[in-house]
């Protein structure tokens, strides 16, 4: 990106002090990035300055895994959290996957283990399971299909049962339910980012602002976002701001996803606090040059479990890309 262009877009969240010290290291980020063939994937929830300054491809969890699967570069450097990382590996696993700081980690992938997902297999015989690809390559290797936030709906519908296990988002899965007749069987996980909005914080915003557009993520819980004007995954609340005249918005997802928003659509009002996530925020310009500089640090997986974990990745990519 042109500096100007880069100085412009950093100034809507930094001062011009904490861009002079972030320039050089932008420089020299993506300096060794030609060196060593490397491409960087950024997830939306990266701060501006690795976001806009570094990161090649950036995007929600479901575009960027696309990316991964595509890409001929030597490392595949993810700037987002562990989960993403390995779904990189699982995508292209003869590259050299990095991840800038390996407890970048994921209170829902966290939440259920691969024994779990075994457990439920015996009790529920033959259901098939879809798995939330916010869980960790072992889950996936015991899933059927995978899913993200901005598909789950179709995932879910394209399967041909009555009842699926829907993992781990409990959240979500209320979400996904609104839109199917199957039944789904669920697990108590959450996302500690997502759970802290309250429909009253959105009864509190459209008291202040007479004309605000709500938009959320469907990791929230069902009440806040049935009190929202549009629910959906990360680059389909932007895509959403794109195609709207709204002049307040009122984001309920992470911050960084709100900065960089807020530069890239400057004539536009965000409205309200945020939520941090505190695993996305270990991801810092310093942690990305060091990744790159000493090829740290490096995702590594059973063969079994990539090749199990593959199919339920790619199922999912198959359904959500495919042609006509
Ligand atoms: P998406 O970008 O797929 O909407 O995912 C959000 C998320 O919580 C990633 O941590
Ligand atoms: Fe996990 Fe929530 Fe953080 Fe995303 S925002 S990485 S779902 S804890």
Known sequence: MDKD??????????????????????????????EKNAVLLGHNYMTPDVFFGVSDIVGDSLYLSKKAAETTADIILFN??????????????????????L????????SITRQDV??????????????????SAEVKAETDICCTSANAVQIVNSVDSDTVIFLPDEYLASNVAKHTNKKLITHPGRCMVHEMYTKQDIEAIRRQFEEVVVISHPECNRE???????????????????????????????CSMGDNLRSTFPERHFVSTCQTCPHMKKITLEKVRDALLYEQYEIFLDTEIIEKAQKSVYKMLELSFKKG
Do not use: W
């Open 5 to 34: 262009i880069l100085i412009e877009k950093l100034k809507a969240t930094y001062f011009p002090e904490e861009i002079e010290i972030k320039l050089p290291l932008i420089e020299e980020i993506n300096r060794l990035k030609k």
């Open 224 to 254: 806040v976002v049935n009190a929202s004007d549009f629910s959906g995954s990360t680059s389909q609340m932007e895509e959403f701001i794109r195609r709207s005249s709204a002049k307040n918005i009122m984001l309920i997802t992470e």
């Open 103 to 110: 407890k970048a980690g994921c209170s829902l992938a966290e």
């Open 80 to 101: 987002g959290v562990h989960f993403m990382a390995e779904t990189a590996k699982i995508l292209s696993p003869t590259k050299k996957v990095l991840i800038a700081d």
């Open 118 to 135: 075994i457990n439920l297999k015996k009790i529920y015989p033959g259901v098939p399971v879809i798995t939330y690809v916010n869980c």
